[in-house]
Every structure is written in structure tokens, then in C-alpha cells.
């Protein structure tokens, strides 16, 4: 068969390693699609031509991205500009040039995915986004494909690297959130600009996109809570450590009888787990199947050759199905599109986790009995509790507790009550804990 | 549109959950396939009704297989008896018919696989196994679809859970071969004779297949170099720990200038490695791919549900691709058939790896000289050397020396040597040793 053809838009980071891996493995790539896959047209304002392999090979470079878009030679176009403008438009003008599309673009698919697949099934074509989450993994084709046999009970995932990493070295290394973050700046793991990592943006965008797939609700990213880590502080990196646990920042998505939980946020979870061992810029996702029980999935969730290699495999699907009846394909969101479900994504204080402590307390006899009596009250169960011993000269001490699970309404309301003891400095610090089984 | 058509040879613990999670999650595999899949003709000698759900909806259940593989409503064809006779002829009537095929059958795949996909690749019709290999980890959809942009490097796998048990006990525990593998029994992780697992021959099964997917190779079951782990001793386990290495049953294949690396044997592999950390029954597979880098793959190996997860994600697969070209289908090898490499097999001589060796040496001046020139002169060279104090009133101690990569023929060599010294006691232990880097 003829090779397909492949209009490119973008040849930064990630579209510059797609050019440099299909051009080196053109041959294997062939061998597994049965034909070949070759970008014809490719659009970039700028670009190290020095650091792409193979872009001598593609006929035309332009500045322009609506001349790929609206290339009729072109089957398939690839989005790696990133952003909402103009990707949002370039794709919807793709796909009403009834080309496919594939694309990295997480934060564009978790904000105006319903309406680019709505466009793209009215025309028929495919819009694939194994990139989008969790970089090189292929995460959302074991979700679609790989378990489409079970119900799905509960997702969590380390999706943002840059925020694994500054988590590992606090706790190997005994840094503060604000030293760890200028390590990964260092190393170029973070940007000038942190906030789109640190502040779990990232991570909220890609988890939209795991919510929606799990459990077959449109996407709906207003609705995921968002916590970052920079509050994390390292004496709550050891005294979970001591407990046990580790702290990650987890994406979790969870079906309940009330509706979809979709949050992101610092979560301490058993150490003997295999996920809190995934350490450094690495990413996993962790699957509850009510079949096939937990699975894991882990590797790299970002960089130029591992990103490309999802927005590759992306193409060779989208080649293969190329001929195929619109009605048998892998619908977008995992299930069909007349087929999805209007579970509702629950509030943050609808969620039910359970809780980890620190309480600042005054040294002195009854204010446990406080403390206890006000979770009591809540119907708050005690896991754990530990009591410091103060340091010389001070009259506070850090009390620890781990709750079970509880309604957060709940444990919002017995935090405000805890703060508005006298024998209590400053806010209580609350991390939610997960034990993943 | 219409359900699919399935028949079903077998009711044992896969097929009894195949049956059970396809009742059950019924809806939800219909909203993600498009249609139903409905089991309408079984097959089964004996079977334990009480065990299996929806075994009452399924219309006719008979005693004779052939009945089912003839069934001319019937459009998939389940084979879950397992072995060589009589799923081989089952199959390849099943095939002639014009039947697509679901099997968990490795180690028919294993051994037959290649007559078995020239008969479907003659007939148009799929076989699909992904439930063969590491059970519902969806890893044969991973290799031939997910990581399809890489040049795979090498593929390392804990792929037989009976086994990964039992080390896992011994090193928790401190027992020997034989008490873990009498536990392992007791809790019906293994077999009465549990050769077909301790010996590797399991693994080898599956290995076989992982290389074919990952290299584009015929099956080459003969060629697989099989290893198992009854000779592990509980002070190999706990050198190796001191060393920081855990000793893992692994199944590796690997891609060299000389051909395909394809071995299951006990491996030392450092303890920060995830896989390292899978422990119990669990499987888990590790891939390296030249533009992703490292990705894990981590779930159980096994089980009814497990197992029936990867069965109905192979049915979602090939009713979506029955109207599909059979060009345009994933291969089943992963490569195209006309594009198969005829790489050779390594025999395991021409292997290379790293080693573990344990020596009983008299514990005389001159001992460690003779070892580390006989290592020498084979071209090893050495990591790191342990002399342990021998015991009171014994005069000889252990040596433990991990050795940096090599041929295995000069290994062998070196170790003649070794063995031949007069200050040195009985067999050299050796045990591979891998970094997985």
C-alpha cells in the first residue's frame, strides 16, 4: 500500500522527536502498520533544524498551519503546538477538511474535547490523544481497549513529573518544597514559571481526560479539584515516612453511588505500594478493574522520543482504521458517544477520603481529649494519633493523627473546630490519605 | 447492531469467568464495543455450575466441542481447555470454518503459533491471545499496538506468579525452596507437581510469545533457553540482598548484533528497580523501546477474572475489526507476515550477561588468586568480590563474586576452571545477574 500521508504542525520538543523517530525507525514502523507513515507538510514559526534527524525529508516546511490543514494530500494531521490558540481552531478546521487528527494537546482535549469530538464524529473521522496522558504510556489504550471488560472502580495516577520529582527529593534528600523546586529548575525538569505543574494544572487537564474514559462522562474539567504541592512541608514528608506512607501527588478518579470523584492532590499512600516506589520525573497509573483487579502502568510522561512514541503509535492505529466503518472504531472517550453517562462529578466536600493531621497543640493535659471529642462529633474515626515530644523551651507540639475515611464536609467542619480551639496555633494541616487497595 | 455470536470451549476457571464478567458487566462492555457479545453455544466436559454466573443465559451447552467449533451461527470461537489436544484441531477447524479465535492457550501458541497464524492469515480470520501472556495485563496489546514507534531493545518479565511466590517467600521469610513451595501449594498458588511453574516451562511459554511480538520472529518455542529456580538457595537470597540485588525468576528477551536473546532463568536485579519490588503473585513486564525508554506493565498473572479481563478485551478487539480489511487488522505477531525477521535464536552460550558466583573455597592464602586468575584469563572481569569468615571449626568459606557482562561460554569455561582448583569445594553456584538499565 501507499504511504500514508502526514501533515505536522509544530516542530518543537515533541514535534521534533515524532520527525527524528519516524524517520529512524521508518523501516520497523512499516514492517508492524504495513505501510509506511510520512509526514508531507509540516508548519513552525521557528525550530533547531540542527536537532531534528530526517527534516531534510519532508517536501514542504511552511509558516503557515492552515496551509497543512488545508493540504488535500494530507490523510492525517498532527497538533503539537500546544495551547488553545489557534490549536483549537487549526483542528477543527482539520476535521472539517474530514482529515484525523492526532494530538498531545492535554489541556486543549480536557477543555474543548467534548465539542472537537462532537465535530469529528459528525464528519467520521478519528481524533487520538495517547499523548495527552502520562507522555510515553500507553495509559489510555489499556483503559479503552486493554480493560474494556471491566467496570472501572478507581484511578490514580503520578501524572506530572516535574511534581514526582521535587516530592522525591524532599523526601530522599530532606529539602524544602521551595529547594526542591529550584533543583528541578535547575535540571530543567520545572519551568521558570512552575505553576502549571506545581499548582496540579497539569495534572487536573490529564486526569479530566482519565476521568472521562474510565467511566464514560464528557470531559469536565471545571469540575476536577485542583491542589498542588508547594504547602507540602518536608516535616510532613518524615512524619509520613515514619507512618508508613509517602507522599505523591496523585490525579484520582473514583465511581461511587453519589457520582464521579475527579481530584487532584498531595496523598499520602502505603509505602509498600508498588506506585509510591515510582520516584523521580517518572509517571504510573495505577487501574482498579472489577475483573482484572489492580493494574499498573509506568514510564516516562514527558520528554521529546517518549512522547513521540504515543503520538506515533496513535498514527499507526489511525492508519489501520483508516478503511474502517466510523461505527467500529475505538470511540473517543472509551465508550460509544450515544452511550455516555451523566453521573455527576461530585464537589470536594462530597468526596470521601480518608485524612492525615498536624495539629499544632498547646503542651498540656486535655487538649487530646479536645481534639478527639470534636472528630468524635463528627462521627470521625482515629486511625492513628502521635503526640511529639515539644522541643526544649516550647510549649506547642505537632500532634499527628490519621483518620479512616470520612466525608470531607465533614472533616471541613471539624477543622474549623479544631482551629477555634485556644489550645491550638495557627491552621490545621490536612493531606488526604489513600490506601489504594 | 446485532450481538456477536460467541462459543465457548470450556468452563474451567477461565471460562467460568469469561461466562461471569461477561453477564455481569454486560452494559458496560456493550457501551464500549457498540453491540453485544453473547456466548450462544458452550462447550464443556464437566463444569461447576454454581460457580459460574449467567451460565443459564447461555442457550446450549453441550459436551462436544466440535458441535461448537461447527456451530454455524457462531462468528468467535473461545478456546480456553488449554494444552495440545485437542485445542490444536479445535482451532484449526475453527479456523477453516472462517472463525476468528480468542485463546489463553500459551503454550499451544508457544509451540504451534506459527501454523496456527499461517491457517488464519490463509483465512482471513483473527486469532487473538492476549490473555496467553501474563494474564490481564493487557502486555500483547501494549508490545504490538502501544509501543508500536519503538525499536524494541529488550523485554524482561516476571511472568509466572507460582514462582515469583515463592522467592518472595524465601526472602521475606527466610524459608528454602522446598518450605515456600509447600506453602505456595497450601494456598493453591501451585500445582501438585509444580514443574510446569518452578521449572520455568510456564514462563518459557509465554517468553517465547513476548519475543516473537517484540522482534517480529516466528515462535521459536524449541529455541528458548529454560532455567527454573528449585535450586535457589536461601543464602543466595541473602548474599544477593546484602548486595542489593533481589533474585527475581525473569523471563528475558533481547535484541543483540549476533540475534534475539530468549532465556527464562533466576536473575539477580538491583533492589531500586520498580520490578524489583513486584513481589507475591504478581506479574509484571518490563520494556525497553529506543524512543520511550523503560515502560512497566504490572498486574496478576493469573486467576479466573484476571484472565477473563484479557478473554473479552481480545472479544471487544475482534468484533470491532470483523468488518475490518484483514490488511488493516494488527498483525499477530505484531509485524506484518511477509515482513518477519529470520534473526537467529542465541543459543544460551552465545548469551551475554553478568553473574553471580558463589565459590566454597579452603580458606588458605592463594585461594582468591588462583579464582581471579582463572576469571582473568576467560577475559571476566570482576564487579565486586565477598569473602565471607569462614564458621567456626570449617575450613572452607564462601566466596561471592558479581562479574561485569560476558559470554556465557567464557563463563563456562572460567567456572571448569574454577571447579577444577583442589582449594575449591563441589559446584560453582552462578546465577545471572542483570542492572535492566
Same mark, same amino acid.
Given at each position: 500500500? @501507499? ?19 519516524? %524517520? ?17 507538510? !509540516? ?21 503557515? !498551519? ?10 492525517? /494531521?498532527?497538533?503539537? /503546538? &500546544? &495551547? ?5 481552531? $487549526? ?7 474530514? @482529515? %484525523? ?15 472537537? +469530538? ?22 489510555? @489504550? ?10 472501572? *472502580? ?22 524544602? +518544597? ?8 535547575? $535540571? &530543567? ?6 505553576? +502549571?505543574?506545581? *499548582?496540579?494544572?497539569? #495534572?487536573?487537564? @490529564? ?35 515514619? $507512618? ?65 512514541? #504515543? ?10 482504521? $483508516? ?13 460509544? %458517544? ?11 466536600? *462530597? ?10 497543640? =498547646? ?15 463528627? %462521627?470521625?474515626?482515629?486511625?492513628? /494519633? ?10 506547642? =507540639? ?35 490519605? *489513600?490506601?489504594?487497595?
Amino acid at each position: 500500500m @501507499k504511504p500514508v500521508k502526514v501533515g505536522l504542525l509544530g516542530l518543537g520538543t515533541v514535534g521534533g522527536g515524532t520527525v527524528t523517530v519516524l %524517520h529512524r525507525n521508518a523501516a520497523e514502523i512499516a514492517r508492524r502498520a504495513g505501510r509506511g507513515i510520512v509526514i508531507t507538510h !509540516a508548519a513552525a514559526k521557528a525550530y533547531n533544524a540542527a536537532a531534528i534527524t530526517g527534516l531534510d525529508r519532508i517536501p514542504k516546511i511552511t509558516e503557515d !498551519a492552515y496551509a497543512v490543514v488545508d493540504d488535500p494530500e494530507v490523510e492525517i /494531521i498532527v497538533e503539537l /503546538i &500546544g &495551547g488553545y490558540d489557534p490549536a483549537l481552531e $487549526l483542528i477543527l478546521r482539520a476535521i472539517d477538511n474530514d @482529515k %484525523h487528527v492526532v494530538t498531545a494537546n492535554k489541556a486543549l482535549i480536557a477543555k474543548h474535547g467534548n465539542e472537537i +469530538f462532537k465535530a469529528a464524529q459528525d464528519k467520521g473521522v478519528m481524533v487520538a490523544f495517547e499523548a495527552a496522558v502520562a507522555g510515553g504510556i500507553p495509559i489510555i @489504550k489499556a483503559l479503552r481497549e486493554g480493560l474494556a471488560a471491566n467496570e472501572i *472502580e478507581w484511578v490514580a495516577g503520578i501524572i506530572n513529573g516535574t511534581g514526582n520529582y521535587i516530592l522525591t527529593e524532599m523526601r530522599d534528600q530532606g529539602r524544602g +518544597f521551595n529547594d526542591a523546586l529550584a533543583q528541578a529548575q535547575a $535540571l &530543567g525538569y520545572a519551568e521558570a514559571d512552575p505553576t +502549571f505543574d506545581v *499548582e496540579g494544572i497539569d #495534572a487536573a487537564h @490529564k486526569l479530566t481526560i482519565l476521568g472521562s474514559i474510565a467511566f464514560g462522562i464528557p470531559l469536565q474539567l471545571d469540575r476536577t479539584y485542583t491542589e498542588g504541592i508547594s504547602r507540602i512541608e518536608p516535616q510532613d514528608v518524615a512524619y509520613a515516612d515514619a $507512618l508508613g506512607y509517602r507522599i505523591k501527588h496523585l490525579g484520582i478518579t473514583r465511581k461511587t453511588q453519589q457520582g464521579i470523584e475527579q481530584r487532584v492532590h498531595p496523598t499520602l499512600i502505603p509505602k509498600r505500594r508498588l506506585i509510591a516506589n515510582v520516584d523521580g520525573v517518572m509517571n504510573a497509573v495505577l487501574v482498579m478493574g472489577d475483573a482484572v483487579g489492580a493494574t499498573l502502568y509506568y514510564g516516562a510522561g514527558a520528554g521529546s522520543k517518549p512522547t513521540a512514541s #504515543a503520538v506515533i503509535a496513535d498514527l499507526v492505529d489511525v492508519t489501520r482504521a $483508516l478503511t474502517t466503518d466510523p461505527e467500529n472504531r475505538v470511540p473517543h472517550l472509551a465508550f460509544q %458517544h450515544h452511550a455516555l453517562s451523566n453521573a455527576r462529578v461530585l464537589a470536594i466536600d *462530597e468526596v470521601v477520603t480518608a485524612y492525615y493531621l498536624r495539629i499544632q497543640a =498547646v503542651d498540656q493535659p486535655g487538649v487530646l481529649a479536645d481534639i478527639t471529642r470534636i472528630l468524635g462529633d463528627s %462521627h470521625i474515626s482515629i486511625e492513628a /494519633i502521635i503526640q511529639k515530644e515539644p522541643m526544649e523551651g516550647v510549649h506547642h =507540639v505537632p500532634v499527628i493523627i490519621l483518620t479512616q475515611r470520612i466525608r470531607e464536609q465533614n472533616m471541613n467542619e471539624a477543622i474549623n473546630k479544631i482551629e477555634g480551639l485556644d489550645s491550638v496555633y495557627g491552621a490545621v494541616t490536612r493531606i488526604r490519605l *489513600e490506601q489504594l487497595d
